[in-house]
């Protein structure tokens, strides 16, 4: 099973970028996106790219703001957060996708992104 390892989370102003990434240990042939999860919160979709990297889909709360891509290359999906929100705040993590939005596998450790207002 493919593992996966999230990383360029930190402390960031409102209005500040950050670019996340997500290391796989193989090349995955599959839908991936990330999702993520603030505290007493449920895990909730973000944003997905298939696996040709043509088509990307976002959640209505980051779009215009948030953008993914992938580089099959290197096994790395990454997601490029522009003007950011206190409400951004929470752990990215990222997984394989189906149905649209749906993870499928196993997670990650997370990466934590926290938005100071």
């Known amino acids: 099973q493919v593992q996966l390892v999230e990383s360029g989370g930190g402390l960031v102003q409102a209005g500040g970028s950050l670019r996340l990434s997500c290391t796989a240990s193989r090349r995955t042939f599959s839908t991936m996106g990330w999702f993520r999860q603030a505290p007493g919160k449920e895990r909730e979709f973000v944003a997905a790219?298939?696996?040709?990297?043509?088509?990307?889909s976002y959640a209505d709360s980051v779009k215009g703001r948030f953008a993914i891509s992938r580089d099959n290359a290197k096994n790395t999906v990454y997601l490029q957060m522009n003007s950011l929100k206190p409400e951004d705040a929470a752990v990215y993590y990222c997984n394989t996708v189906i149905n649209g939005d749906r993870p499928f596998g196993s997670w990650g450790q997370g990466t934590q992104v926290t938005v100071s207002s």
């Open positions: 790219i298939s696996s040709d990297g043509r088509s990307t």
